[in-house]
Structures are given as C-alpha cells and as structure tokens.
C-alpha cells in the first residue's frame, strides 16, 4: 500500500474554508480541473467530470462536520490504483489561519508505486493550490 500527504497553510479561518470544501459535491467550488459533480445515493456518491471529459465517481465513507474532516473512496475510475481512500481535514492554527490535508491511501495497480504516488501527490498539491486561490490566499 501506497500513501501520500500534500498540506498548506491557509490564512483564512477553518470554519469559512470548511463551508467551502466541506461538501461532499463542492469540488467544483473550489478545484478548476473538475468543473462538474453529480451527487446521487442520497449525496453519499458523487460523479465527477475533469477537463477533459472522464469520469470519476467516489462514495463518502465518512463525514465528521465538528472535526471539518471527511474520508472518501473511489469506486470508479481511470487511475492505475486500487483500494483508494483518502481523507480531507481542515485544522485551526489560530483564530485566522487554518492548515488543509489532504491524504490518501492506495494500491499501485498498473504503475509503480512512485508513480502513483506522484500521481495523487500531484492532484492534492494542484488541489491545494487552487483551494488557496480561491479563498483569495
């Protein structure tokens, strides 16, 4: 089993970034390169399409609003892993300042471990990124 972490450091409140990333279905909130969720099982799957057209669907395993942290799998789609969970968490540093993470656990399955590991490392880096931005960070 594979993991990987990406963090950054916000200077907004973690209340006001957890109203942001705290949905389930928000991603297209927040995360430029998907710009469409579907929710459906009630909001416990969503379907999400990327820039270029592909399909990812991912079940919310488990969601804790007083914490701001939620934990999610994927079910389908075109990455080389298996057995996928990742979590995201928004910690208060201070008063104004919060501290995002975002984790996953996986299986490399057609790649090498360091491959997939950059893979995902990619997306929460890029994913933070863009979460920084969007907040006006």
Do not use: C
């Amino acid at each position: 089993m594979a993991t990987t972490t990406a963090t950054t450091d916000i200077p907004v409140p973690a209340d006001r970034v957890w109203q942001l990333v705290g949905g389930f279905d928000s991603l297209p909130d927040w995360l430029p390169y998907i710009p469409a969720s579907e929710p459906s099982e009630g909001g416990r799957v969503r379907s999400l399409t990327n820039e270029d057209g592909g399909t990812i669907v991912e079940r919310l395993e488990a969601f804790d609003n007083d914490a701001r942290t939620y934990t999610y799998s994927i079910v389908q789609a075109p990455f080389p892993v298996t057995g996928y969970r990742s979590t995201i968490t928004v910690h208060a540093v201070s008063d104004a300042q919060s501290r995002v993470e975002w984790s996953g656990t996986f299986t490399p399955d057609g790649a090498s471990a360091e491959e997939a590991i950059a893979l995902f490392h990619g997306i929460y880096t890029d994913g933070l990124a863009a979460l920084r931005k969007t907040l006006g960070a």
